[in-house]
């Protein structure tokens, strides 16, 4: 909540907040239960020019449908459109509806990320006052971050929920990473990162091409996940709105850090709803070895 917001203000966002979360996660069976018939490219592509499939497009449809319709939502806006669609008045809602959705052929982990920003879009880093993910795995999980604390559910697959953890923290000595991108398109300062990191005897690689299960696995473990700037891609791959800023909110949330090379993703300001960041999440120490780097 920023200075200025009044207890009505404070208390209107808080309740849309709770209805966010109780929306996606109550979607999350039945996006789960729609995905076998939808392991095909759809016609279109999204706004970042990539290729959609059919279960981005049915994803993106059912959200918009049901965080639309709640009260207290202003706007809802997507990786999987171009603009954001006015639904009424209150937060703006940025989703991805199926973050890593090219892990849907293999059959690998996939996710759905949701940011709650109090302002217009594209918002500040500083504007998101919740963000969530829902990891596709062999269960379903939600990490929830709101007021400076992260809350780990299991969802059922009758769309009931339960606490599985509170105030999840990253934990201390870390233990995994992973880095995206080809590898011949690191940067120096990465790539001399890198380097350190793989030869670190307690850190072992852990990459899944879907960032919510990468960066899950450094909630569980500790360690870092990147997908950082690159030669023929400065801003790297994946999207402030609706990447950047709820991770970088989540892992902070759990005691960690965020960046995108030189400082908090919470502080990158970009004035396109679908403009990309370079991503470095993890715990603390690592983050600050990272961002030296750049420094240099
Ligand atoms: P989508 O949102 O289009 O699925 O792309 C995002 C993503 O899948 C991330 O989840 C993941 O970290 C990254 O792209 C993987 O990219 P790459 O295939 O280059 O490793």
């Given at each position: 909540m920023t200075d200025t917001d009044t207890t009505d203000q404070v208390e209107s966002i808080?309740?849309?907040?709770?209805?966010?979360?109780?929306?996606?996660?109550?979607?999350?069976?039945?996006?789960?239960?729609?995905?076998?018939?939808?392991?095909?490219?759809?016609?279109?592509q999204n706004p970042s020019g990539e290729t959609q499939m059919a279960a981005d497009v049915f994803a993106d449809d059912l959200l918009c449908e049901r965080l639309g319709a709640l009260d207290g939502v202003g706007t809802y806006a997507s990786e999987e459109r171009e603009t954001a669609v006015d639904v009424g008045s209150g937060v703006s809602v940025c989703v991805d509806p199926l973050d890593g959705s090219s892990n849907l052929e293999p059959n690998a982990a996939m996710g759905t990320i949701v940011a709650v920003y109090d302002g217009p879009l594209p918002a500040a880093g500083r504007d998101i006052r919740a963000a969530?993910?829902?990891?596709?795995?062999?269960?379903?999980?939600?990490?929830?971050?709101?007021e400076g604390s992260v809350t780990e559910y299991v969802i059922h697959e009758d769309a009931d929920y339960d606490v599985l953890t509170e105030d999840v923290r990253l934990p201390d000595d870390p233990t995994v990473y992973g880095f995206g991108g080809r590898v011949p398109h690191w940067v120096e300062p990465f790539e001399a990162f890198a380097?350190?990191?793989?030869?670190?005897?307690?850190?072992?690689?852990?990459?899944?091409?879907?960032?919510?299960?990468?960066?899950n696995q450094v909630l569980t473990y500790g360690g870092i996940f990147a997908y950082p700037t690159l030669s023929n891609a400065?801003?790297?791959?994946?999207?402030?709105?609706f990447e950047g800023y709820p991770v970088g909110y989540i892992v902070e949330a759990a005691g960690g850090a965020s960046s995108n090379g030189r400082r908090s993703l919470l502080d990158v300001e970009k004035d396109d709803l679908h403009a990309r960041t370079p991503v470095y999440v993890?715990?603390?120490?690592?983050?600050?070895?990272?961002?030296?780097r750049f420094a240099e």
């Open positions: 808080a309740a849309a907040i709770d209805a966010v979360v109780d929306v996606v996660a109550r979607a999350a069976p039945e996006i789960r239960s729609g995905l076998p018939g939808r392991r095909v490219a759809a016609e279109g969530a993910y829902v990891l596709y795995g062999p269960i379903t999980t939600m990490a929830v971050a709101r380097a350190d990191v793989e030869s670190d005897p307690s850190l072992k690689l852990r990459y899944g091409g879907a960032m919510i299960g990468d960066v400065p801003e790297g791959k994946l999207r402030l709105q993890g715990n603390q120490e690592l983050i600050d070895d990272l961002e030296s």
